[in-house]
């Protein structure tokens, strides 16, 4: 690699501090690197801002947490640079390197001891009086729900034109695979190994309790209505970036044509991850 991009999250001194060494080591082995701290995109906005990485960078490594890995993805959305994530904690799902072990993983990364693993991508678009207002590709989920506490929304699902089902309850998630151990795991989804092909859909705390969640091929186009005039619904991709939603909008969810592209650590592994993140056989 000739030219690495090194981007790290915002207000916190252990991640510039890493990021600098970082820039050092990668210099000392000839390669040229574009450094940037990551920028705030808090707040339920259709706008919001990017970095623009040049396009000589062969790799953008992330240093972080999850959050700011799933932000760094929106910037690179159509192009095909691969990402390394590294946890400035332990192991993130998708940041699975750790601080302490990165400048090893890394020399393994350059001797070209590495795997690339894909990802498939959500699009996310909202439509209003047949005009896209809003469109977003989505790495973990999208997410309908309203801003009042204790109030329940009405939606219609459609899948490939035909009706679905009428889901009341709090609100409504569709993830990806990747998108499986965040809010979907939360909410009683299934957990699916991240490389699969598959879209699922998640009512949050149903009112009809036989709405289960429901993964469906990836190949489907998903029609997400208001079913009754509600204020305050909202529409939040990666929990990061949303819109608010009226009662005429259409909600159109599909698989992007291009996925994200992961450099996987040779010593990490998924199942590692999963009994890391999620206590497995801990008392």
Request: hydrophobic content about 45%; aromatic content about 6%.
């Amino acid at each position: 690699m000739r030219h690495v991009a090194i981007i790290y999250k915002r207000m916190r001194p252990e991640a510039a501090r890493l990021a600098l060494e970082l820039k050092e080591w990668f210099v000392k082995r000839n390669t040229e690197v574009f450094i940037k701290e990551n920028i705030d995109n808090s707040g339920v906005s259709c706008v919001y801002e990017k970095i623009n990485i040049p396009g000589t960078v062969e790799a953008v490594v992330v240093i972080g947490g999850d959050g700011t890995f799933l932000s760094v993805a929106r910037f690179i959305e159509r192009k095909a640079i691969p990402i390394i994530g590294i946890n400035l904690g332990g192991l993130g799902f998708l940041t699975e390197i750790s601080a302490d072990s990165c400048f090893e993983e890394l020399e393994k990364i350059l001797s070209g001891d590495f795997e690339i693993e894909e990802r498939m991508v959500l699009r996310v678009s909202v439509k209003r009086e047949g005009k896209e207002i809003f469109s977003h590709r989505v790495l973990n989920d999208a997410v309908i729900n309203k801003g009042a506490l204790a109030r329940i929304i009405d939606l219609h699902a459609t899948i490939d034109g035909h009706f679905l089902t009428h889901y009341r309850g709090d609100g409504l998630i569709i993830c990806t695979p990747t998108g499986s151990t965040a809010y979907n795991i939360s909410a009683g989804g299934p957990i699916i190994f991240p490389t699969a092909q598959a879209i699922i859909l998640t009512p949050i705390c149903p009112f009809t309790l036989t709405n289960r969640p429901i993964v469906f091929p990836a190949n489907v186009t998903i029609v997400v209505e208001i079913a009754e005039p509600a204020a305050d619904v909202t529409l939040t991709c990666d929990g990061q970036v949303g819109c608010l939603i009226s009662d005429l909008d259409q909600i159109v969810v599909t698989a992007a044509a291009t996925p994200i592209r992961i450099i996987k650590a040779p010593g990490v592994n998924h199942f590692e991850i999963l009994r890391s993140k999620l206590k497995w056989g801990q008392a």
